[in-house]
């Protein structure tokens, strides 16, 4: 679809394979809730990964991906660096990010609305699951929605992880590293081949790395 980056980029380019009818029909990833929090207590309950799993699983997946709806339930990943190193956070304090899994923006979520409610109802959950006193123990809260993956990192549908990765979708089967429609036109990244995550997005640049370098005759990359 003309919507997305690559088709924003190559919109006036006769393009064989990534059309805008090809890139319509790709499935997006979901997305993510972030919660940043700077925090003017310390909670040892928490380690530097902290995984609290709601009380569905399969339930909440279909919510997400099939239906695309906001669920009642869900669950939590809580990244606290200052846990691992105590200069990331002033002394007795923590920094913390909490991310929820949630629909992208095809799901039609208004964000603006359901932001403030989200928030509420995430700090209520850690509360209950046991951060006594988080809500008015906070001295940073920032907010980020899919809206703001889409606004900020031209994210197809606010999603969080590029193209979702399905059979059809994983490694050859994505836009290759070495354009197939621009000739000097290089791709990286979660969209890109070989898939998303830390790994993917790294093997990624090395794939593209060693195209740039075979193409222009600098040896191995």
Not at 20 to 48: E, I, K
Not at 122 to 142: K, M, T
Not at 147 to 171: C, H, K, V, W, Y
Request: aromatic content about 10%.
């Amino acid at each position: 679809m003309s919507g997305t980056p690559y088709g924003q980029l190559l919109g006036h380019v006769p393009r064989r394979r990534w059309t805008d009818q090809r890139l319509a029909r790709v499935h997006q990833s979901m997305s993510c809730f972030l919660l940043y929090l700077g925090v003017r207590r310390r909670y040892p309950r928490l380690t530097h990964h902290t995984i609290i799993v709601g009380p569905r699983y399969e339930g909440l997946v279909r919510d997400i991906f099939d239906r695309k709806t906001l669920a009642g339930d869900f669950s939590m990943y809580v990244h606290t660096p200052s846990r691992t190193d105590p200069s990331m956070a002033p002394p007795g304090c923590e920094s913390m990010y909490v991310l929820v899994p949630v629909p992208n923006a095809a799901s039609g979520i208004d964000w603006k609305t359901e932001a403030p409610r989200m928030t509420l109802r995430i700090l209520d959950a850690l509360e209950a699951w046991g951060l006594d006193g988080l809500s008015g123990a906070l001295e940073v809260r920032e907010v980020f929605t899919p809206d703001d993956f889409a606004s900020q990192f031209g994210a197809t549908l606010g999603n969080a992880f590029g193209i979702e990765p399905r059979l059809t979708q994983t490694a050859w089967f994505r836009p290759h590293n070495r354009s197939e429609e621009v000739g000097g036109l290089y791709l990286a990244g979660a969209g890109t081949h070989p898939g998303a995550g830390v790994p993917g997005v790294v093997l990624s640049a090395a794939a593209t790395c060693h195209a740039i370098a075979k193409d222009f005759g600098f040896g191995e990359a």
